[in-house]
């Protein structure tokens, strides 16, 4: 016989995964992607894959793995519903900025438009929740595809990409040479920076006497977290973060001042209305941030400082608008800058700080009633944590209490849908987050609606014996939508109630350890067990079914009428 | 900022890509935005193609389209433009049953008078072609109606802006890296 050095298409992709150092991938198989796990089966040892219980599993886990290691998260299914089960996670990164690569497996290319069994439009259906997407009919662009696909989704603003290959593509042989891409001539992945602008930025903070920092995820996945933590520390500026900018810098850092937002803390949501100066830092003013446009920070000079040019102006008019990466425009910042302190204007925020604390965190954090709440549960994880682990949650008012009171001492350890609000995140996303980064406690938070909607992933837990640890905050309801509907609907409660099954149960289904607690004096023990667990535990809280979070800006109201009760 | 609805002349240079159009209808679609007209060709660099895209809309909405679309991958650059900064034309298709022609004499005259040509002569029609601005080809259009037209058509904008938008630049800068 004579030697060839061709392969197939699906060999192809597997080596062009390898030759991106990818090491992990979560999927799920089916007819039109046989070829490629055909390929992986052979390649077991290099490559791992993760089989969740479902394809939207496996791109939360994707984002959780991307989101704590700061690599590109990995996923492939199969064509049709394969593809359309995948739809919610891509979205979800496209909004949140998280690198992926997705692989579908497509119908053979003379099927396509036959309406062939599981053919499905997934390029149609994904356009305009990708940064990019591509179908592949041929086995010879398999290489350049791949290889742009990874650039594309980590170069930049990071974002999903789908690359949709055809069976016959698959199968296909070919001769495999592979070179990474780094440019595209289309494609500009950080505006260059212009110093003009970082010197009017840097004289306008130098003459301010009242600035004020928002800062967000661009700042972590610029890994700019120290260039960030100095020049706040030389200009001596409060600064807030948003959710997705949470960890970027330390809880207890002096200058850290809390989050902003619909659920954010009370001084920055309404210092933002008093401040001369507000620098805006990888952050997008999405409208849980700002609240009402026609009254956010009207009195102050905005400075932007962002790497995707279509975010500048997009919802807020700025002055000064930086863009680039931050990792380059900081340093340049912190040399014209002044060393400052802001002392009174800083003890502003703690003023507002001891009546947030009075009226709202006493009570979560140090509760006088018999009920459990959300906040004292995240406030004992954080004493057994040291604030050393990684905290995966959910979307919900346990969200928000997880965001507001859970301390961070590392960066890339918050690991939440941020933009899509995506339930069902946080236990697929802790996987991923537990193979990122192995050596660390990870500790999903999840309400007990949202960990039904993903609930099946305890499967991948079983399987991988992957050691997450899981908390859910039952409060019987859709906690969230039920605040709502008590201030805004008048306590009509339309199907919020949840009657939930034995949990523990099903978690010792899946041979997973559990515990449900309803009582205090259990509280830090169960905490204590669970953390001290080498293997997943599960841990179920039966908090106050009907507590609400605060503070809160109403939807459409403006920041400064953030109400704490 | 006003909230005057103004039209724009939105063009795009693209890399020639099947999803593309998709993409950057999806851009409108996203955002509410009834597009006008849509026009793709070759553009005046090789495989390098031109969008004419136009829209009623508000400068400050026009300005973040055009960002989101200069954002796709394959798009080089996007500009916009108001009718003053640039130079367009429309071409317009009128069928008209031949009878006509010959029986009516003023339809000669209207068909001299607008400087349309006449494509076609058939037996049993004709077919007049049309170039100019959308108000030149409606006139001419409410000028012929009354004597019966077969079919009529009307392409979308083509247009050049009056400024350089020095394409090549754009790829040579980013293609020396
Ligand atoms: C997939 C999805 N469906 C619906 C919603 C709307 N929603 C937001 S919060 C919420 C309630 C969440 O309930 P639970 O998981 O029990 O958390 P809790 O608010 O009670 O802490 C709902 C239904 C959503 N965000 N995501
Ligand atoms: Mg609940």
Redesign the interface.
């Known amino acids: 016989m004579k030697k060839t050095n061709k392969i197939s298409g699906s060999e192809a992709v597997i080596k062009c995964l390898l030759e991106e150092g990818v090491d992990i991938i979560y999927g799920y198989p089916g007819g039109a992607i046989m070829p490629i796990y055909d390929e992986l089966f052979k390649y077991e040892d290099k490559l791992n894959h993760i089989l969740t219980r479902h394809e939207q599993g496996a791109t939360h886990a994707a984002q959780g793995y991307a989101r704590v290691s700061g690599k590109v998260g990995v996923v492939t299914a199969t064509s049709g519903p394969g593809a359309t089960n995948l739809v919610t996670g891509i979205a979800d990164a496209q909004i949140d900025s998280t690198p992926m690569v997705c692989i579908t497996g497509q119908v053979a290319s003379h099927l396509l438009g036959s309406d062939a069994f599981q053919e499905c439009d997934i390029?149609?259906i994904s356009?305009?929740v990708t940064?990019?997407?591509?179908?592949i009919t041929k086995a010879s662009d398999i290489p350049e595809v791949i290889a742009k696909a990874f650039y594309?989704a980590k170069s930049g603003r990071p974002g999903p990409v789908l690359v949709d290959i055809t069976k016959d593509a698959q199968f296909e042989l070919m001769e495999f040479k592979y070179k990474k891409c780094?440019?595209?001539?289309?494609?500009?992945p950080i505006p260059k920076f212009s110093i003009n602008e970082i010197n009017k930025a840097a004289e306008l903070i130098n003459n301010s006497k009242k600035p004020f920092i928002v800062f967000g995820q661009g700042v972590i996945l610029g890994n700019a977290e120290s260039e960030f933590k100095q020049f706040i520390e030389k200009t001596g500026i409060p600064a807030a973060w948003t959710i997705l900018g949470l960890s970027a810098l330390s809880s207890d850092h002096p200058l850290n001042v809390g989050m902003v937002g619909m659920h954010g803390n009370y001084g920055p949501n309404v210092l933002t209305n008093e401040c001369d100066v507000l620098i805006a830092i990888g952050m997008r003013f999405d409208d849980r941030v700002t609240g009402n446009l026609e009254t956010y920070a009207k009195q102050a000079k905005i400075i932007h400082f962002e790497i995707?040019?279509?975010e500048?102006?997009?919802n807020v008019n700025v002055d000064i608008a930086v863009l680039g990466n931050v990792k380059d425009t900081l340093p340049e910042l912190i040399e014209l800058v002044k060393e400052k302190s802001h002392t009174n204007w800083i003890n502003k925020f703690h003023s507002f700080y001891k009546k947030e604390f009075d009226k709202v965190i006493k009570n979560d954090l140090y509760p006088s009633k018999e009920g459990l709440t959300m906040g004292e549960v995240i406030r004992e994880i954080n004493e057994i944590s040291k604030g050393n682990a990684i905290i995966v949650s959910d979307v919900g008012q346990h969200q928000m209490v997880t965001c507001r009171y859970a301390s961070f001492n590392h960066s890339k350890s918050n690991v939440t849908s941020g933009g899509l609000g995506t339930m069902g995140f946080a236990l697929p996303a802790a996987i991923g987050a537990k193979m990122g980064a192995p050596d660390r406690e990870v500790i999903a938070i999840i309400g007990d609606g949202g960990y039904q909607m993903t609930i099946q992933e305890l499967g991948t837990i079983f399987q991988t014996g992957c050691a997450v640890k899981i908390v859910v905050l039952n409060n019987e309801y859709l906690g969230m939508v039920r605040q709502w509907q008590q201030m805004f609907f008048d306590k009509r409660y339309a199907s919020t109630e949840m009657v939930n099954p034995d949990f523990v149960k099903i978690a010792k289904g899946y041979f997973i350890d559990g515990k449900k607690i309803k009582k205090r004096e259990n509280l830090k023990s169960s905490i204590k067990e669970m953390i001290n667990s080498k293997k997943p535990y599960f841990l179920e809280v039966c908090v106050e079914k009907e507590a609400n979070v605060f503070p809160m800006i109403p939807s459409g109201a403006s920041v400064s009428d953030v109400r704490l009760e | 900022m006003t909230n005057k609805l103004n039209t724009y002349t939105v063009s795009v240079y693209t890399e020639n890509n099947i999803g593309l159009l998709n993409r950057i209808s999806a851009i409108f679609l996203k955002r509410h935005v009834n597009i006008e007209s849509l026009t793709t060709s070759q553009s005046e660099i090789d495989n390098i193609y031109r969008f004419v895209i136009v829209v009623k809309v508000v400068e400050s909405k026009i300005k973040n389209i055009v960002k989101q679309i200069e954002k796709q991958i394959e798009v080089i650059a996007a500009f916009y433009h108001t009718d003053k900064e640039t130079i367009f034309l429309e071409t317009a298709l009128y069928k008209v049953k031949s009878k006509s022609l010959f029986d009516e004499k003023h339809i000669q005259k209207i068909i001299k008078n607008s400087q349309a040509n006449i494509v076609t002569v058939s037996p049993d029609y004709f077919i007049i072609e049309k170039t100019g601005w959308r108000e030149e080809t409606e006139k001419l259009y409410d000028s012929l109606e009354p004597y019966g037209l077969l079919q009529f058509v009307r392409s979308g904008r083509i247009s050049v802006s009056k400024e350089a938008m020095n394409i090549s630049d754009i790829l040579e800068l980013n293609t020396d890296k």
């Not at chain 1, 780094?182 to 500009?188: L, P």
């Open positions: 390029i149609g356009t305009p940064k990019w997407n591509c179908q594309i780094n440019s595209i001539r289309s494609y500009i995707d040019p279509a500048v102006n997009k």
